[in-house]
């Protein structure tokens, strides 16, 4: 009897162990062979070849919050209440009324002045972006170029508001692009064209299958022909299966939607060269600004936030160890997530230090506590899950003051100074616009070869608006730059002083890298005006910008500064009433856009219509006060039109 017991013991001792184990050390499949699927020849077969065979898993994906990412705006999609629709922001003094009309969900923008209506601008939503489990947000099509629209549904509190990132002075309407890595975040791969920022001939409804396992071609094909691999003991390797990536890989795949942050892309790489299976790294690299305090955080960043905590440092977690990705978090038992909990902290272990009644209103619910609900700092009105695992906080140390520390790439180990430099731009640029950014990105700078990193240091002179130090660059280098974006800061910095010969070879370069890119084509058609105007018996550069504004609006319709230029030049060539007409289209889209008003002044000069021109000179004036040519104009104006 004394031994039997003496057995069991060892026994549950052994059990103990091994639960500890499993918890540290999971055991995954281990080769050194390559998937298939990451092949230059695998083709991406289409969520609907994996329905037939996995029927079971397409059904429940497909109501998940990746399943429902992203859809046509319909009735059936939209989570929003429209009842008394309506948002207003008081700094840029627009209403915006969303309704159906029909089957089509409309967005009226539009002023006031008093009861009188002063702009109204209607534009059809085709999709709507988001499950619904906390927005939905909404893009505009303007032929085949996207666009975020101004307001966004955020359903938790059954409230219309304006968009993240619009708030507090930074509405900007129509115009913020969906670019290729907002897409393939939200969305299934697309059909994009290359040579754009963000033109798409076709766009998927929802993200798919082959977003998590690779592309299916090569899997499907064989399947096909009857060549089945018994995953219960062998891995199938024509098609990426998460569960059996080693932990860094999965963390990369998760990542790659999961870790918002500063995204800067490898040379020659795009958005969509990412694959299942592979780092993260092999295509770009993330970067997060760090702060003193931990508990400011953003929506997307459920990857940076697990992988800060002790439970993933000091053992084998990952997202997949509490997430399926084929079934909906509302639809997971909480028992699912509080039993990895156990798996290390079992009761014998490690007991629970709340008091009981605490842990009575949470339900003893372990992730509950210790991955606390709160905001993020950039998607208003939500409340979304932390998932840094700690212990509770109190409130003073959750509004704990934000001081910037330093930015961590997140995804490279030792980053060169070259990238850490992209890294601050990329910071800068695109988030936050502090000069001391710029001060890190030169620090790291200094500590490159002469020869080295010659984008990096013309991205940073252009962003100190240094355009002589970019010149002096570009005179010292005789290797031909092939990058489109380094060809048009090249191009800006030669036009800025007044190179216009020069700007003309390297904006023409940005056009042929990057065809549809409008802000190119654009830059491209204000050089050949500006050596018209220098020298007007030259009329090709004339009819060069013609052509090129022509194209713009033919390409895009909707694109303002392409409208205002091209009724310009249609006063350069004579036609005032078709010029009169294209301006006031842009200003009908955007009556802020002043270089507009500025073309239509210089219109109803040519025209001698004072009185319209002193009428626009004060309504410039209205927006910028200190305008010093609107105030010039209204000199010229009143001395050719005195006040009566």
């Known amino acids: 009897m004394q031994l039997k017991k003496k057995t069991i013991t060892i026994i549950l001792l052994s059990l103990s162990c091994l639960l500890v184990t499993f918890c540290r ?57 429209f009842d008394h629709a309506l948002v207003y922001d008081s700094i840029g003094n627009y209403y915006y009324h969303p309704y159906w009309s029909g089957d089509s969900l409309m967005l009226m923008e539009f002023r006031l002045d008093g009861k009188d209506t002063t702009h109204k601008r209607t534009e059809y939503i085709k999709y709507i972006v988001g499950s619904g489990q906390h927005t939905n947000s909404h893009i505009v099509d303007f032929n085949g170029y996207l666009y975020q629209a101004p307001i966004t549904f955020y359903t938790q509190k059954q409230k219309w508001d304006l968009a993240p990132g619009f708030v507090n002075g930074f509405n900007s309407r129509f115009t913020r692009i969906i670019g290729l890595e907002c897409m393939t975040c939200h969305n299934g791969l697309p059909e994009f064209d290359e040579g754009s920022e963000n033109h798409y001939s076709q766009v998927m409804q929802g993200i798919d299958c082959e977003r998590c396992h690779g592309p ?24 990426v299966n998460p569960a059996n990536l080693s932990r860094k890989l999965q963390m990369s795949l998760c ?48 990857a940076d936030r697990l992988t800060q905590s002790k439970c993933y440092i000091n053992s084998e977690l990952s997202c997949l160890t509490c997430h399926n990705p084929h079934v909906s978090v509302k639809e997971t038992p909480q028992l699912k997530f509080d039993s990895a909990c156990k798996n290390c902290h079992s009761p014998k272990h490690t007991e629970c230090s709340a008091s ?33 695992i700690r212990v509770p906080m109190d409130e003073e140390e959750i509004i704990a003051a934000e001081e910037f520390v330093r930015l961590e790439c997140l995804t490279t180990e030792n980053p060169s100074a070259e990238l850490m430099a992209e890294g601050y731009l990329a910071l800068y640029e695109k988030f936050s616009s502090r000069s001391y950014f710029l001060d890190s990105a030169e620090f790291f700078i200094s500590e490159l070869d002469e020869d080295e990193g010659i984008n990096t ?188």
């Open 25 to 81: 050390e999971k055991k995954r499949p281990k080769s050194n062979q390559t998937y298939l699927n990451l092949s230059d020849t695998a083709q991406y077969a289409g969520m609907e070849s994996c329905r037939g065979c996995h029927a079971n898993v397409f059904n429940t994906f497909i109501h998940t919050g990746m399943g429902q990412s992203f859809d046509l705006a319909t009735k059936e999609k939209s989570k929003a209440n």
């Open 457 to 644: 240091r013309i991205h940073y002179y252009f962003l100190r608006e240094n355009y002589s130090s970019i010149i002096q660059i570009v005179s010292s280098n005789s290797e031909n730059v092939e990058d489109a974006w380094t060809n048009y800061r090249i191009g800006q910095a030669y036009f800025n002083l007044s190179n216009f010969d020069s700007a003309q070879i390297y904006f023409e370069t940005a056009t042929r890298i990057s065809p549809y890119t409008l802000e190119f084509q654009n830059k491209l058609g204000n050089t050949y005006q500006q050596l018209f105007m220098i020298n007007q018996k030259n009329t090709a550069m004339l009819e060069n910008a013609k052509n090129v504004f022509e194209k713009l609006v033919e390409l895009n319709p909707r694109f303002i500064p392409g409208i205002s230029n091209s009724g310009y030049m249609n006063m350069l060539s004579g036609n005032f009433s078709k010029a009169e007409e294209m301006i006031n289209r842009a200003i009908g889209l955007d009556p802020d856009y002043l270089p507009a008003r500025f073309n239509l002044i210089a219109v109803f000069v040519a025209l001698e219509k004072w009185d319209d021109a002193e009428k626009q000179v004060d309504y410039i004036l209205t927006i910028d006060p200190k305008n010093e040519k609107a105030l010039q104009l209204k000199e010229i104006v009143h001395q050719q039109y005195p006040i009566q």
């Open 255 to 302: 990542q790659r939607c999961h870790l918002q942050g500063i995204a800067v892309l490898n040379e020659s790489k795009n958005w969509d060269d990412f694959k299942p299976g592979m780092h993260l790294n092999e295509v770009w690299n993330v970067f997060m600004p760090r702060y003193k305090s931990l508990n400011k955080f953003i929506m997307a960043s459920q």
């Open 216 to 239: 299916g071609s090569i899997h499907v094909e064989q399947k096909q022909k009857g060549i089945v691999v018994d995953t219960s003991a062998e891995i199938d390797y024509t098609i």
């Open 356 to 388: 009981a009644e605490l842990r009575a209103t949470k339900e003893d619910n372990c992730s509950g506590c210790h991955m606390q609900k709160a905001g993020s700092i950039d998607i208003p009105h939500v409340s979304i899950t932390d998932h840094l």
